[in-house]
């Protein structure tokens, strides 16, 4: 059965009346959140994502012994949307989360050796977790957009005596040298659009979800039952690669 | 007059902020804040659940409470349950019962899910609060409203809203407490630490007080969402 979001779009409309290439209002906030060493509160029309770092010294993997390490995680909790259940990762707060550590780790933005303390033996470890507060849909580009202000907003602790004191942040963050972003282009029947709600979502035949560096892109994740063509894929890099650029705007430099 | 760590009188709560329909996908919903505590709480329901839990005679209310990973000042907390938030979801859940009407939804499940975002003691008392406020703000039939905050003694003193320092000082006293505040009604005690029979009565009546200033922010939260 065919919803209305199909019968809308036919006529090239959506349902909040948005156009196929826009995004709900956007807004970025840098440390919402007082303990964690980094924070980003992003929200994207009525969906809400929290994203926190917190900085941990550990020991290397062998086969990188003078490499920082980073962790994504998310949970969807039953908090942000009915129709989660509590309990162990669901299959898509896994798909999340590995969607949005691919598109920072990808893209090479940190520079992990300068996380590095002894060769071998202690690195940093940058632990990002995302929290969706409330989901009205595109989990995807607002995890990401949280998850890399997060990272910009983080100060390591002190490190003294092979100890982490959790009380004193020092002035020295995250090395980054890019702002990966993503964004997800869904599609419905044969038209193309961006920034879905949840409504919406339910509604799409396929998404492709594309994180960018400026021109370069440097992770990509196709989801949804139905299969794509060259021509829309095409499309839809094309249109990721224009609206990751407004997105990157809301970000520190 | 001596004065606590943090500047405070001994009754003196730290700053409180409350707002109502924080999560717009939820029936209600709740953010407590209490000096560096802050907990958000979301109301689903009432609604369906497994026939095997259904009850024909009364609602059942389910609480879960959790901290976010980030959300304390130590190290990054471990996702999932643990002894103490399972401990922590079932003291909750009682707190809340004796002012929710069940009989108003027979065979249905009403959820609280209790998110800490960031920590420094009495999450669960502000836990609690939070999550009695968006019971309200779901239209849960309701007795009276919930409110909570520990009282407690550190150093000699009977002191109300610990806060980490104090709570963790080894001869500190922690005494939650949460109150309904219409009728003075006691729904969550527990304590931790050794204090002599006749200072019950002292944690009671510097609690009590304090639950009252709860109860006053958490009612002019109430009254932003709905007037008068």
């Known amino acids: ?54 900085m941990e010294v550990g020991t290397p993997f062998p086969d990188t012994p003078d490499d920082g390490v980073l962790m994504v995680n998310s949970e969807l909790l039953p908090l942000a949307n009915p129709d989660f259940e509590s309990g162990p990762p669901s299959i898509e707060a896994i798909e999340l989360s590995r969607v949005v550590d691919r598109g920072i780790r990808e893209s090479g933005t940190i520079d992990t050796k300068k996380l590095c303390i002894k060769k071998g033996e202690k ?44 009380t ?86 | 007059m001596v004065k606590r760590i943090d500047g405070r009188k001994f009754d003196e709560l730290r700053k409180m902020e409350a707002k109502v329909g924080v999560i717009p996908n939820a029936a209600g919903s709740a953010m407590f804040k209490i000096g560096k505590t802050t907990a958000i709480a979301a109301v689903y329901g009432p609604r369906d659940f497994q026939a095997y839990l259904q009850n024909p005679e009364v609602g059942v209310l389910r609480c879960n409470y959790n901290m976010i990973s980030f959300s304390s000042g130590g190290e990054r907390v471990r996702p999932g349950p643990s002894r103490r938030s399972r401990e922590i979801s079932l003291v909750t859940e009682k707190a809340l019962l004796p002012a929710v009407d069940l009989s108003a939804f027979p065979n249905a499940v009403v959820d609280v899910y209790v998110e800490l975002i960031n920590t420094d003691a009495g999450t669960r008392c502000a836990g609690i609060s939070a999550a009695a406020m968006a019971l309200a703000d779901a239209g849960i039939p309701m007795r009276d409203l919930v409110s909570a905050v520990s009282a407690g003694k550190f150093k000699g003193d009977f002191i109300a809203d610990l806060n980490y320092e104090e ?25 931790d630490g050794i204090v002599e029979k006749d200072d ?23 009254r932003e969402k709905y007037g008068k």
């Open chain 2, 200 to 222: 019950i009565k002292e944690f009671m009546k510097i609690g009590k007080k304090a639950c009252e200033k709860v109860y006053e922010v958490q009612k002019k939260a109430l």
């Open chain 2, 167 to 191: 709570d963790s000082a080894e001869e500190g006293v922690d005494f939650p407490i949460a109150m309904m505040p219409r009728t003075g009604a006691i729904t969550l005690m527990q304590m």
């Open chain 1, 123 to 166: 690195v940093w470890m940058v632990l990002l977790d995302i929290y969706p507060m409330n989901d009205d849909g595109n989990l995807f580009d607002a995890a990401a957009l949280a998850g890399i202000a997060a990272l910009q907003d983080a100060k390591l602790p002190e490190y003294k005596d092979e100890k982490v004191d959790y």
């Open chain 1, 1 to 54: 059965m065919k919803s209305h979001v199909h019968t809308l779009a036919e006529k090239g409309f959506r349902l909040d009346n948005r156009k196929f290439d826009e995004y709900r209002p956007v807004k970025v906030e840098y440390s919402p959140l007082e303990n964690a060493e980094g924070s980003a509160r992003v929200t994207m029309g009525k969906t809400v994502v929290l994203a926190g770092v917190k």
């Open chain 1, 168 to 253: 004193k942040k020092t002035s020295k963050g995250i090395p980054l040298s890019k702002v990966p972003v993503e964004c997800t282009v869904v599609k419905i029947d044969n038209h193309l659009f961006i920034d879905p709600s949840r409504e919406e979502e339910k509604a799409a035949d396929a998404r492709l979800t594309i994180a960018t560096i400026g021109k370069q892109l440097c992770a990509m994740q196709k989801g949804g039952d139905q299969a794509l063509t060259d021509k829309e894929i095409e499309e839809m890099v094309d249109l990721a690669v224009k609206k990751t650029e407004e997105l990157r705007k809301l970000l520190k430099k």
